[in-house]
């Protein structure tokens, strides 16, 4: 599909995710091009797939909702034209003129059961969604179950994304506007260690469907020590501060399939920290 030609990379969206893998591409010196084509129209999309002429591309966009996915439960029309048909129409006109797409799904699909309970064994790729009470979810379940029968296709499905900035939809700028962390473990992806990655799979033609992300102990032991020293009649509610935060979460990185503990790596814990100098 790509052999032999110089990469030319396409990137779909302008968004938080998109930001970051534009910056890659052009740490590494790469070609690319970003559109803000609405996905949904086929003409548009097949237009632009013409002009450009890509090896490659990116589809990091889509709705996922602003504050927060609730939005997409009242925008379901604007939800489904993106991440349905809209994520579907890209994967397809790809198809039509061999060009290879890696496209961004979330890990946001599957619930805790019996088979796997919290802080048990995570959901592998061959194991079906099950979380269906969310209507973003829904969506990028559908997408999912259309598009990853073709053969130009890897989707890489993005979880909890965490990254050294203040961005509002950083999962660690996202935490600290909650007055109350709960303790649950969950998965993650840590931006600045997966990322680059994305593209070097993308380069390489792989195709096929991957959780893209560690299994991260969001915020466990070390944030419950933080509220118990303060909850001498001070403050027994109050988050960590974001420097003791980012520690937790840089510090405490993950696990990868395997049970390998993976530390974040090109300026992550550097980047938190920044942001909460920045922050505080
Ligand atoms: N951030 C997360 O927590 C997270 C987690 C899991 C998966 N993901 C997935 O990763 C992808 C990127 O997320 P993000 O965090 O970068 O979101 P974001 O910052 O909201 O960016 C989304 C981008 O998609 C564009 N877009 C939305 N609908 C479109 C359409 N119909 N046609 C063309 N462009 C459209 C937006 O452009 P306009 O503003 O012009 O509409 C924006 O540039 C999404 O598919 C999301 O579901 C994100």
Not at 90 to 117: E, K, M, N, Q
Not at 119 to 124: P, R
Not at 239 to 261: K, M, Y
Request: glycine letters at 10%; proline letters at 6%; a negative charge.
């Amino acid at each position: 599909m790509t052999a032999g030609k110089v990469p030319l990379y396409l990137v779909f969206g302008d968004g938080w995710i998109a930001g970051q893998i534009r910056d890659i591409l052009k740490t590494g010196g790469e070609s690319y091009e970003v559109t803000k084509v609405r996905l949904e129209d086929r003409e548009a999309v097949l237009s632009e797939l013409r002009r450009v002429q890509p090896t490659h591309v990116i589809n990091a966009a889509g709705v996922r909702g602003t504050p927060n996915v609730d939005w997409c439960e009242d925008h379901k029309e604007e939800t489904i034209r993106a991440n349905i048909i809209g994520a579907t129409n890209v994967v397809d006109c790809c198809f039509l003129l061999g060009i290879h797409v890696t496209h961004f799904s979330s890990g946001c699909i599957y619930d805790y059961d019996d088979a796997h309970p919290p802080g048990g064994k995570g959901y592998t790729e061959e194991e079906e969604p099950n979380f269906f009470r969310s209507f973003y979810s829904n969506t990028k379940i559908i997408s999912e179950k259309a598009i990853k029968h073709y053969p130009n296709v890897l989707i890489l499905r993005i979880r909890n994304p965490l990254s050294g900035d203040l961005h509002p939809k950083n999962t660690v700028t996202k935490l600290f506007g909650f007055k109350k962390l709960i303790d649950v473990p969950n998965s993650g992806t840590i931006c600045p260690n997966l990322l680059p990655g994305a593209i070097i799979l993308a380069k390489n033609g792989e195709t096929g469907l991957y959780n893209f992300a560690y299994l991260v102990h969001r915020v466990t032991d070390q944030p419950r020590g933080i509220y118990t020293q303060r909850s001498n009649g001070i403050d027994q509610e109050a988050p960590p501060s974001i420097p003791e935060l980012v520690h937790v979460l840089a510090g405490r990185a993950g696990q990868d399939s395997q049970g390998t503990s993976v530390q974040p790596r090109d300026g992550f814990l550097e980047g938190c920290a920044e942001a909460a100098n920045i922050w505080v």
